[in-house]
């Protein structure tokens, strides 16, 4: 008998329900990105991204504008107060040598020196003294060099109170007391003082240089948002067949307008600052360094006469002094025609009393010449016209490179503070003047 295979039995599966209405599957949720990119998709979107890259330029050109007229307002405002410090060291060397002039012209005198001398010397290291403290107030980076320095200062003026107790009774040993007060002048206290000075000359400088910086700022800022709105409303002429959207232009005139007189301003600050620093702080320098220097002359023609024969060292140190002075004088051009007239009657003086000492073997009409008790031919009245006309011209030139700047820096227009509303004012008539073309697509 054959057996058949019977098929498996097949599976029930349910059905759908007679008369019940069937779900459609549920579409994909779109994603972030797509609804994004599909913000930018057509014109529209177009116009959505130039509206977010013009308003996002003229956003950083206000920006860049605050930036410029800061880094400028303060590069000025900084200059002023370095060269304001410079001419404080500067008069703390000059204070400093000019007592070591006393000191030492005085100490030929023998016993009791002249009152007015005793005085200005002491007046000198007052003024330096109280230099210092000022100085350490307004730029606390040189606090630490100046504390150094008035130590200095109190070791010189104790050796220079023994040289004169023990030159007042005649006493030798009481130039060898005046010498080591030189020497801690010259290798202790000066030193500190040109560091100071060369310091300070960087720090105006740096801020000198760092004024024309804000122009860059304003001008490359404004170029790359006026590009932008260019470009934009260029777009927007060929899309729209319109060849002017009010607002947007509008956006771009603020721009422009304030790039050509941030620009302006700045570039005129600038000039003026640079003007300044070729003219008035130059001389300023020329000045202070002449100054110094003269008196730095005047305390070796002292200590010549003073070593009686054996002073080829400090008469080496005084033709060094005397010809920084001609060097520092000849920068003046014409200005300084005055005040060489002056030096030149100095030493032609210096000179008579260098062929009385060394030529003559004359030591007491050397030494009255070079005191002053010599009333027609010394060169205490020479020394004291230079020192007096020279320090009115310091006096005048300082003061105008501490008020050109100032009026510089009061010349900038208030665009440190108005450059950020300003970007947003353009910012806001970009998306003003977008609107409204976006609403035709609606």
Request: proline content about 4%; cysteine-free; aromatic content about 6%.
């Amino acid at each position: 008998m054959t057996q058949t295979q019977s098929a498996p039995p097949a599976t029930w599966a349910p059905g759908p329900a007679a008369g019940v209405p069937q779900q459609a599957p549920a579409a994909p949720a779109p994603s972030r990105r797509g609804a994004v990119a599909g913000w930018f998709d057509g014109t529209p979107g177009r116009m959505r991204a130039f509206l977010l890259l013009a308003a996002a330029m003229s956003v950083v050109f206000g920006l860049a504008a605050a930036q410029g007229f800061s880094q400028s307002d303060g590069a000025l405002d900084r200059a002023q107060a370095n060269a304001a410090q410079l001419v404080r060291i500067q008069a703390i060397h000059t204070n400093l040598v000019s007592a070591n002039a006393d000191a030492t012209n005085a100490f030929l005198v023998g016993g009791l020196e002249p009152p007015e001398q005793r005085q200005h010397f002491v007046d000198s290291l007052a003024a330096a003294a109280g230099l210092i403290a000022e100085a350490a107030t307004a730029q606390p980076a040189d606090r630490e060099v100046l504390g150094e320095l008035n130590k200095t200062l109190i070791t010189y003026e104790g050796l220079i109170e023994q040289a004169r107790a023990n030159n007042r009774q005649g006493l030798p040993i009481g130039s060898q007391y005046l010498k080591d007060a030189n020497s801690v002048l010259q290798d202790d206290s000066l030193p500190l003082v040109k560091a100071l000075v060369e310091a300070n000359e960087k720090r105006v400088d740096t801020e000198f240089d760092g004024i024309g910086y804000g122009t860059i700022w304003v001008l490359v800022g404004g170029l790359l948002s006026l590009v932008v709105f260019g470009i934009t409303l260029r777009w927007l002429a060929r899309r729209t067949h319109r060849y002017l959207n009010v607002p947007i232009a509008a956006g771009a005139a603020l721009v422009l307008l304030t790039t050509a007189v941030g620009g302006i301003a700045l570039a005129g600050a600038s000039s003026s600052a640079k003007d300044t620093r070729n003219s008035e702080y130059e001389r300023t320098l020329a000045l202070s360094r002449a100054r110094i220097a003269a008196y730095d002359a005047r305390s070796n023609e002292s200590l010549t006469l003073i070593a009686r024969g054996s002073g080829d060292e400090f008469d080496k140190a005084y033709n060094a002094a005397a010809a920084e002075v001609d060097n520092q004088l000849g920068k003046l051009g014409s200005d300084g025609a005055g005040l060489q007239n002056a030096w030149n009657s100095y030493k032609t003086v210096h000179k008579q009393v260098r062929d009385a000492d060394a030529n003559k073997g004359n030591w007491d009409g050397a030494v009255a010449m070079a005191v002053g008790h010599d009333k027609t031919n010394n060169s205490v009245d020479t020394f004291s016209a230079f020192d007096t006309s020279s320090n009115d011209q310091l006096t005048q030139t300082s003061t105008a490179v501490q008020t050109k700047l100032k009026d510089a820096r009061n010349g900038l227009p208030p665009i440190g503070w108005l450059g950020v509303p300003i970007g947003i004012a353009a910012a806001l008539l970009v998306a003003w003047g977008m609107s409204q073309r976006l609403e035709e697509y609606r």
